[in-house]
């Protein structure tokens, strides 16, 4: 089967309790813009809140599932445990530092690890991210930061970088990545003691990488709050996702099929640690039924649950989203 490469991340979903504080955080703080407030299309009575660029441009996109009753995640592997966040410059990261000081956002101090510069912090519910420079990135193009954001945009979030996994066996994970997805292993580097491997897809760059730590001292991740749900990897369009659909099938590996999400299609499957990873076409996007300058400003709802408005409305607490 003549498969095109995969291009890289399309967006990652974590879990959040509190969608208020939550819209806050990435939007007043972050200055990521909310371009689509929707539900969760398999559990409509929570909220599916989606930041990112200005349009939400695939692999901009940072989604969380508001879960009320979420307890603590209990920290561990076979899990994501890191969401990079491409920032354009090195300088970016020293106007973040000084920013995060000035929000009380709990970070680390500025390193550097396989030859990028990044920023490690976290979110109030202890939500793993770092900022990585794109200063001297080849590869996947960022997005562009929206203009009316609270963050000026020569410093402004430009998307997706790499994505951390913790495994406790990287053999098998590392196999699925190279012999099914057709990843490229390009290196290793050191973080904190632990051994890093890195890999990349279609024209790589921050955009297109997995970082892997492999741990054999750590329990199995319980995720709750600040956890990572799952990371979806682009595709070009709906016939090649249709392509995976029979590629992992032939491989006898288990996955939903293909899912209609309306404003992206996929398709769902759990690498061997039990990772959960999504393939999602590029488009057709966000602007299918709201338009850019309306982005993410009302609740919306896919034609196909559209009839059950009035109930779902009945079920979510209204978001303040008066000011960024």
Not at 240 to 252: A, Y
């Amino acid at each position: 089967m003549n498969m095109k490469p995969l291009k890289g991340q399309h967006h990652v979903s974590a879990i959040t309790a509190n969608a208020q504080k939550n819209y806050e955080f990435f939007t007043r703080i972050l200055g990521m813009r909310l371009v689509k407030k929707t539900v969760n299309q398999d559990d409509t009575t929570m909220y599916h809140l989606f930041y990112a660029d200005e349009r939400g441009n695939p692999g901009t996109d940072l989604t969380f599932f508001e879960i009320k009753n979420a307890g603590r995640t209990y920290r561990g592997t076979d899990s994501i445990t890191c969401t990079f966040l491409r920032v354009p410059s090195d300088e970016s990261l020293l106007y973040w530092k000084k920013r995060l000081s000035e929000q009380e956002v709990l970070h680390g101090e500025i390193r550097e690890a396989n030859g990028k510069k990044m920023l490690f912090f976290e979110d109030f519910e202890g939500q793993r991210l770092a900022l990585i420079s794109d200063q001297n990135n080849k590869g996947v193009k960022g997005g562009k930061p929206w203009d009316r954001a609270a963050v000026p945009p020569n410093h402004g979030i430009i998307g997706l970088g790499p994505v951390m996994l913790t495994v406790s066996e990287l053999g098998p994970t590392a196999n699925l990545l190279t012999e099914v997805m057709e990843y490229r292993r390009i290196g290793e580097y050191s973080l904190d003691e632990d051994t890093v491997v890195v890999f990349e897809t279609g024209e790589g760059g921050n955009g297109a990488e997995i970082h892997i730590k492999e741990s054999h001292d750590l329990p199995k991740q319980r995720p709750g709050r600040g956890s990572v749900h799952h990371v979806a990897i682009r595709v070009e369009n709906e016939d090649e996702l249709r392509n995976w659909v029979r590629k992992l099938k032939e491989l006898r590996i288990a996955s939903s099929g293909f899912v209609e999400r309306y404003y992206f299609k996929s398709l769902y499957f759990r690498e061997p640690n039990g990772i959960l990873f999504e393939l999602a076409t590029d488009g057709p996007g966000f602007e299918a039924d709201e338009p850019f300058e309306q982005l993410g400003e009302k609740l919306a709802l896919p034609p196909y649950i559209e009839d059950s408005r009035e109930e779902i409305e009945a079920k979510i607490t209204p978001l303040d989203t008066k000011s960024e």
